[in-house]
C-alpha cells in the first residue's frame, strides 16, 4: 500500500477518533482504513492503536508516530505547493466556504465561469451560516458576512449583501399594503431565526429600516419563525406573510412579480461581506486566481 496514503489515513483515524468516522472523510470503506492501519503496524513492527469493541486508545508509540505523520504530510504538502507555485498554473484542491444563501444564489452560478477559465482547478464548497475557522478547518477562502475578529487573516471588502421587505400579491391584496415601518405591526410578519452568537440575532423579531426621517425599529409579530431563508422564501410566494430577504433570493421574483416590494421608501439595513484568506497560500495559483475572479466578480468598485 502507499506509504503517504496509510499515514494520511491513520491522522484521520486519530483525529476523528474512529475508523468508521476516517472512512467517511477518507472516502473508502471501513475495511480499507483497517487494512491500511495494519499495514503500517507490520511495516513498522509496533502496535499504534489498541482496539476494542467499544473504543479505541493511541500506544504512546502511535501518538509519537501520529506527531511524525502529521510532520511527513506538511512537508509534503508543502512541496506540492512549491512545485504549484514555480508552475504558476492554477490546479489542485481549492476549499471554498460561504454564507448558504450567498453560496446558493450567487457564488455557485459564478463557479462554471472560475472552472471554465482554470479546468486544473477542483473546487470543495461549503456552504454553512456557521463560521469555520479557516486554518483548523483546512480551508482555503471564505466569504464571511457581518463582522469578525480574525486579524490574522487578510480581508478584502466586497459589495455589500442587501435585503428587502416584500410579499406576495396575493398577500397584499388581502391584507393591504404597509405604507409605515409602524403599519407592519398590523401583518403577519415571517422572521429569520439567525444562530446563537450571531451579531444579528437581536433582530430577530424588531425589524430596524432607515427612511426618510432616519433609523426606525419596529417590533414585529407572524406565526412563524425559520432558520432558513430558503423557507421564508417559500412562505412568502404562498401568501403567508410579510418577510426582509436578501436580494439575491428574491429579485428574480420581484421582476418576475411574484413578489412585490413593501414600503420602498424605507431600506432594511444591510451587512458588509468580505473574503478571507491567509497571506502566505496566497502564493498560491490557485488561491491568487480565484481571489482576482471574486473581486472582479463581487468586488466594490
Not at 11 to 34: N, P, R
Not at 62 to 82: A, H, N
Not at 128 to 133: E, L
Request: proline share 6%.
Amino acid at each position: 500500500m502507499n506509504l503517504f496514503q496509510s499515514m494520511s489515513v491513520y491522522v484521520k483515524v486519530v483525529e476523528t477518533g474512529s475508523m468508521t468516522a476516517a472512512a467517511l472523510q477518507c472516502e473508502m470503506s471501513t475495511t480499507m482504513v483497517g487494512n491500511h492501519l495494519r499495514a503500517l503496524e507490520q511495516r513498522l513492527g509496533v502496535q499504534l492503536l489498541q482496539r476494542t469493541t467499544r473504543r479505541q486508545r493511541l500506544t504512546e508509540f502511535g501518538t509519537v508516530y501520529y506527531q511524525r505523520c502529521l510532520e511527513v504530510l506538511g512537508l509534503v504538502q508543502d512541496s506540492e505547493r512549491l512545485a504549484e507555485q514555480t508552475l504558476d498554473e492554477p490546479r489542485g484542491l481549492l476549499r471554498i466556504t460561504a454564507p448558504l444563501t450567498f453560496g446558493v444564489e450567487r457564488l455557485a452560478p459564478a463557479l462554471s465561469e472560475f472552472s471554465l477559465q482554470y479546468p486544473q482547478v477542483r473546487m470543495d464548497v461549503v456552504l454553512t451560516n456557521s463560521r469555520p475557522d479557516l486554518l483548523e478547518s483546512g480551508l482555503d477562502v471564505a466569504f464571511r458576512l457581518g463582522h469578525f475578529e480574525q486579524s490574522n487573516l487578510i480581508a478584502r471588502p466586497l459589495i455589500d449583501y442587501t435585503l428587502t421587505v416584500c410579499a406576495s400579491p396575493d398577500y397584499v391584496a388581502r391584507r393591504g399594503m404597509p405604507l409605515t415601518p409602524e403599519d407592519l405591526q398590523q401583518h403577519d410578519c415571517l422572521s429569520f431565526a439567525y444562530p446563537a452568537g450571531d451579531d444579528w440575532q437581536s433582530v430577530e423579531k424588531r425589524w430596524r429600516l432607515s427612511g426618510p426621517d432616519g433609523e426606525i425599529m419596529v417590533d414585529v409579530s407572524g406565526p412563524m419563525l425559520m432558520n432558513t431563508s430558503a423557507g421564508l422564501h417559500q412562505a412568502a410566494r404562498t401568501g403567508m406573510g410579510i418577510v426582509m430577504l436578501p436580494d439575491a433570493l428574491v429579485e428574480q421574483d420581484l421582476r418576475d412579480g411574484k413578489l412585490v416590494t413593501v414600503m420602498p421608501d424605507y431600506q432594511p439595513p444591510s451587512r458588509p461581506l468580505h473574503l478571507l484568506y491567509a497571506q502566505d497560500r496566497y502564493r498560491l495559483p490557485k488561491l491568487r486566481r480565484f481571489v482576482e475572479f471574486a473581486m472582479r466578480t463581487w468586488g466594490k468598485s
